[in-house]
């Protein structure tokens, strides 16, 4: 069992940045891939980036290519979402989750089984 916990959303101005942290306890956290997802109102979640468990290895959804960054502190227990030149439509609330590693393949977005409460982040032009 896996608890994850999101920090560090909020306000900015278009073009400004944030990190998301996302914290996790309860297990050996170095075990599992970590997928950040938002959600924006009335759309469906969607994938926005992806680490694997050592961190030697990261996924992002094109648009997201050069603009944010996931990284990962297994001895924190933590996976960062670092994101820059931000945008209005950036604007959703942001979940981590966690899938532990059985293979070295990448996760759908659907395996993903533990989630964090979210933390919203809001781009304001």
């Known amino acids: 069992q896996v608890q994850l916990v999101e920090s560090g959303g909020g306000l900015v101005q278009a073009g400004g940045s944030l990190r998301l942290s996302c914290a996790a306890s309860?297990?050996?956290?170095?075990?599992?891939?970590v997928g950040w997802f938002r959600q924006a109102p009335g759309k469906d979640r969607e994938f926005v980036a992806a680490?694997?468990?050592?961190?030697?290895?990261?996924r992002y959804l094109d648009s997201m290519k050069g603009r944010f960054t996931v990284s990962r502190d297994n001895s924190a227990n933590t996976v960062y979402l670092q994101m820059n030149s931000l945008k209005p439509e950036d604007t959703a609330v942001y979940y981590c989750a966690a899938k532990y590693r059985s293979s070295n393949s990448w996760p759908s977005s659907w395996e993903y089984s533990y989630w964090g409460q979210g933390t919203q982040v809001t781009v304001s032009s």
């Open positions: 309860g297990h050996t956290f170095s075990s599992y891939f």
């Open positions: 680490i694997n468990w050592s961190g030697t290895s990261t």
